[in-house]
Nanobody, 116 residues
Framework: QVQLVESGGGLAQPGGSLTLTCTAS????????MGWYRQPPGKQREYVGR???????QYEDHAEGRFTISRDVAKNTLYMQMNNLKPEDTAVYYC??????????WGQGTQVTVSS
């Protein structure tokens, strides 16, 4: 089973930046897009954005223009650069395939806290 390990979270001030990293134990860039999800405190996990095999990206409205997803296929690694962070971005962030039928086991996630 592929293992996903998210890292890079932490405490950031409003308007600040963080870069999240998702490292996989084996190749994760296949026929499925890879994406980022987040779970705010007391809420359900929600979708943030994805990157397809052709490198195209797509984001939810709350991330558009502030977050950038990229990847290093050779390193089995997914990234998300987050700029202009807002308190409402506070959540545990996860990576996974963007599919309803073949998602990988979820990692432990990485906590992002945006607060002054």
């Amino acid at each position: 089973q592929v293992q996903l390990v998210e890292s890079g979270g932490g405490l950031a001030q409003p308007g600040g930046s963080l870069t999240l990293t998702c490292t996989a134990s084996e190749s994760i860039f296949s026929e499925y897009a890879m994406g980022w999800y987040r779970q705010p405190p007391g809420k359900q996990r929600e979708y943030v954005g994805r990157i397809w095999n052709n490198g195209n990206t797509q984001y939810e409205d709350h991330a558009e223009g502030r977050f950038t997803i990229s990847r290093d296929v050779a390193k089995n690694t997914l990234y998300m650069q987050m700029n202009n962070l807002k308190p409402e971005d506070t959540a545990v962030y996860y990576c996974n395939r963007v599919t309803s039928v073949a998602q990988l086991p979820w990692g432990q996630g990485t906590q992002v806290t945006v607060s002054s």
